[in-house]
């Protein structure tokens, strides 16, 4: 997180995102973490921001585990006149498991971004539904144990109840924040419990 961040402009920049899974390679419950290898891509209009690179993972699990790749050398025309960036991100990432229902617990793989310049007030996010769900897993996934559910991609305003010691404000900064979530539980028959026979 930097707290150094921008002041709201008049008129917001509206960011597209999705984000592609391309394998979920590992998922530990007892440290809370689990490892992707996914592909999240921004377009938007203002060709003076790259929000690509102002784009923070909130939920890193070790930052210095991650390999972060931009696809491109800088951000490509699109089109209808809009620029469009796409990243590929490998690493951890961490989430609370809940684990009260245990081995009927059904967990939520996160990952949650946010612009680590802007404030909602000039750039907010929306789900990119240009080619259906903005959040798309790779098919062939198979992690041993679980079963995958609907991804799903929320987007709403975030607000932190500091000002950060900035003088110049008093007010909670608020910003755009985008969860994107994939739902895993175990299979019935792998927790050992069968259905009855002949009931």
């Known amino acids: 997180f930097n707290p150094l961040r921008g002041y709201a402009s008049p008129a917001p920049e509206t960011v597209s995102v999705g984000v592609y899974i391309a394998d979920i390679q590992e998922i530990d419950l007892k440290s809370h973490s689990y490892r992707l290898d996914l592909y999240l891509w921004f377009r938007w209009q203002d060709p003076a921001l790259d929000p690509s690179q102002s784009a923070e993972f ?10 972060r790749t931009p696809l491109f050398d800088k951000p490509q025309k699109m089109p209808d006149g809009s620029s469009y960036m796409i990243i590929r991100d490998q690493g951890k990432f961490s989430s609370k498991f809940s684990l009260k229902s245990y081995p009927f617990d059904r967990q939520h793989l996160n990952i949650i971004i946010e612009d680590n310049v802007h404030e909602s007030g000039s750039l907010v996010y929306v789900p990119d539904t240009s080619t259906g769900s903005p959040i798309t897993l790779n098919p062939h996934i198979n992690v041993p144990g679980f079963d995958i559910g609907s991804a799903v991609l929320t987007v709403d305003d975030f607000a932190y109840p500091t000002n950060f010691g900035d003088l110049r404000t008093t007010s909670a900064p608020l910003y755009s924040r985008a969860v994107f979530s994939i739902p895993v539980e175990r299979p019935l028959l792998a927790t050992g419990i069968k259905s009855p026979v002949g009931v």
């Open 58 to 67: 909130i939920n890193l699990f070790d930052p210095d585990d991650h390999v």
